[in-house]
């Protein structure tokens, strides 16, 4: 049983493939329903993989018909990878279910076509989590990219034509850079799997022949990669499209696509480039700065917004700052940390966008916070989930995000010259955190000026929205057993760190 586990991997990446080309000629209630049952299967198999990987302790390669290199594909998989594979696949599920209300509500045509689109950003993020050829990473990055503008788009109204219309162009420049940069790769090393590459690009900086070029193909990696999850300052696209998009999709773009981007840079620093090369080349000391400024600049412009979405999503841009100044850190505390908030990122980002659709409704409509006057009165769940996501991000103990902050700083006290930076950006970035998200939840459970704000007509009980509800409530319970049970989750990565290297 264990070595068929094995052709898991392989196996989500093809029924998501498959089933994405079902749903295009499908009903779209016939399409939702499969799309809803592949992506709980792929789940599943994900939850094997990683089981296997926790119980064996061991990395290992599938070739693909067993057919090696350059002839054949391989996939690589220990701990980290399918852990993510399991994360995203469990977000994107909930987030489907979670969307599904406003969904029906503001999309009237080509429904089957989103459904399309999920399978394939779900196709997309289990290849960039599994596969060991950097190529085949690059041709994922691309189809999760068409996909994205897809899921972005399908409300068919000119204002998200225009976000997808920036998303795209932002996401094509990072997509030139990051080929660029494997064009340049295997002009110098021959090389396209991520092992044989690792191995000549080692030997090459020791021998100091090509170091230059080195250079230049890892700044185009790094930077390609870095302006597709939005890292400052490329990240000014995130506040329309994560505005324009539908709930489901604005928290599967925060929450997982952004992150399989990151998680591919990783694999790439740890599998390709070498952790002694890249932390040697300088770009670590690139990401710290701009994630660094990330955080403060993202902060920042949340708090001028007086549109709860927008506002979510420039808290978004801060977030990556925090992923891209612990990666800049170190390779082994501030890596730790970088991971441990993608993960916190992930569980916390989605419930929040659909938290915020929740409260617009019951508020007419609107997204600006003079409307939002009470609105957790109104809609009790989604106030619930909103203020856990706040508290989160905040850094309030007992939730994931308190954990992410102690990492950080624990990773900054022996960051050396940098250990003032950090902790000094922490502090600012917690404040201003608290400023916006506090404030926000403040507003929400204010009492309004007409004692009709809260009357009982205008009040969504739980029993019309109960998958709603269920999805709000299994996102708040992961990120508080999370919080309170960290120890054993940053032993799994730290684990998982050790097998990807």
């Not at 264990?2 to 000629?25: E, G, Q, W």
């Not at 990683?50 to 070739?63: H, P, Q």
């Not at 900086?205 to 890292?231: C, E, F, H, N, Q």
Request: aromatic content about 10%; hydrophobic content about 50%; charged content about 10%.
């Amino acid at each position: 049983m264990m070595d068929f586990v094995l052709n898991f991997p392989l196996f989500t990446v093809v029924l998501s493939l498959m089933a994405a080309v079902i749903c295009s000629v499908l009903p779209w209630k016939a399409a939702r329903a499969l799309a809803v049952s592949v992506a709980g299967v792929c789940l599943a198999m994900s939850v094997s993989v990683l089981t296997r990987g926790i119980l064996t302790g061991e990395s290992v390669t599938y070739m693909m018909g067993r057919f090696p290199a350059p002839w054949g594909n391989e996939f690589r998989f220990g701990i980290l990878e399918p852990l993510f594979a399991t994360l995203f696949g469990a977000v994107l599920l909930l987030c489907l279910l979670g969307g599904n209300h406003a969904f029906e509500k503001k999309v009237e045509g080509r429904r089957h076509l989103y459904f399309t689109m999920v399978l394939l950003v779900q196709a997309s993020l289990c290849a960039l989590c599994y596969t060991n050829d950097i190529f085949t990473g690059y041709v994922f990055v691309e189809i999760c990219t068409l996909s994205s503008c897809g899921i972005l788009i399908i409300r068919g109204s000119g204002r998200s034509i225009t976000a997808a219309t920036r998303y795209m162009i932002f996401s094509l420049m990072g997509s030139g850079l990051f080929l660029l940069g494997i064009i340049l790769i295997y002009d110098v090393t021959g090389h396209l799997l991520m092992p044989n590459l690792h191995q000549a690009i080692h030997e090459l900086w020791g021998t100091g022949d090509y170091r230059m070029p080195l250079k230049v193909t890892i700044s185009l990696l790094v930077v390609g990669l870095a302006i597709k999850s939005g890292l400052f300052p490329f990240h000014f696209w995130m506040a329309d499209t994560y505005g324009a998009a539908l709930p489901g999709s604005a928290g599967i773009l925060s929450g997982i696509i952004s992150k399989g981007y990151i998680f591919l840079l990783i694999k790439i620093i740890f599998n390709v480039i070498g952790q002694d090369v890249f932390y040697a080349s300088g770009a670590q000391n690139v990401l710290f700065t701009f994630g660094v400024l990330g955080m403060v600049v993202g902060s920042v412009s949340a708090i001028r917004q007086d549109d709860i979405n927008r506002m979510v999503a420039f808290s978004s841009a801060a977030q990556i700052g925090y992923i891209y100044m612990g990666i800049g850190i170190s390779a082994t505390a501030g890596m730790t940390a970088a991971v441990f908030h993608i993960l916190t990122h992930a569980l916390t980002k989605p419930p929040l966008f659909l938290a915020a659709s929740r409260l617009s409704e019951v508020s007419g409509g609107s997204k600006k916070f003079d409307d939002l006057t009470g609105a957790g009165h109104r809609n009790h769940v989604a106030g619930f989930s909103f203020t856990v996501g706040a508290l989160s991000m905040v850094g309030i103990p007992v939730f994931m995000g308190f954990v992410s902050k102690v990492l950080f700083a624990s990773a900054g006290v022996h960051a050396g010259h940098k250990m003032m930076f950090t902790l000094v950006a922490l502090a600012i970035s917690t404040v201003l955190n608290v400023v916006y998200f506090l404030r926000t939840v403040i507003r929400i459970y204010t009492a309004g000026e007409t004692a009709d704000e809260t009357d009982s007509a205008l009040v969504v009980p739980w029993s019309r929205q109960k998958t709603y509800a269920v999805v709000a409530l299994l996102f708040a319970a992961a990120n508080v057993a999370i919080g309170v049970h960290a120890q054993p989750v940053i032993d799994l990565l730290s684990r998982g760190l050790t097998l990807l290297g």
